[in-house]
Nanobody, 114 residues
Framework: QVQLVESGGGLVQAGGSLRLSCAAS????????MAWYRQAPGKQRELVAR???????YYVDSVKGRFTISRDNDKNTVSLQMNSLKPEDTAVYYC????????WGPGTQVTVSS
């Protein structure tokens, strides 16, 4: 049974930083592309960043240069360091496989105040 548990969200002022973490179980983590997604109020869930088992990463244009995705294949965790946060980054953030498979975890709320 796949379990994805996100943590690290919170309320931060614009320009601030947060670090999100995701603990994964029930998957062959070391062979799986992992990703962070987000869903803002009234919008569809979107991909934010993904990372291959070897550490190659991809970012959507809106977060390039501000967010950094990383993973620890020994601990089955994937993280997202978010710097220079903007109000438009406000969303619930989720981790999942890429392409997305199965159900979503609870997510973690990120709120950026202006």
């Amino acid at each position: 049974q796949v379990q994805l548990v996100e943590s690290g969200g919170g309320l931060v002022q614009a320009g601030g930083s947060l670090r999100l973490s995701c603990a994964a179980s029930g998957i062959i983590f070391g062979f799986t592309v992992m990703a962070w997604y987000r869903q803002a109020p009234g919008k569809q869930r979107e991909l934010v960043a993904r990372i291959t088992p070897g550490g190659s990463s991809y970012y959507v244009d809106s977060v390039k240069g501000r967010f950094t995705i990383s993973r620890d294949n020994d601990k089955n965790t994937v993280s997202l360091q978010m710097n220079s946060l903007k109000p438009e980054d406000t969303a619930v953030y989720y981790c999942n496989r890429y392409p997305q498979q199965g159900s979503w975890g609870p997510g973690t709320q990120v709120t950026v105040s202006s």
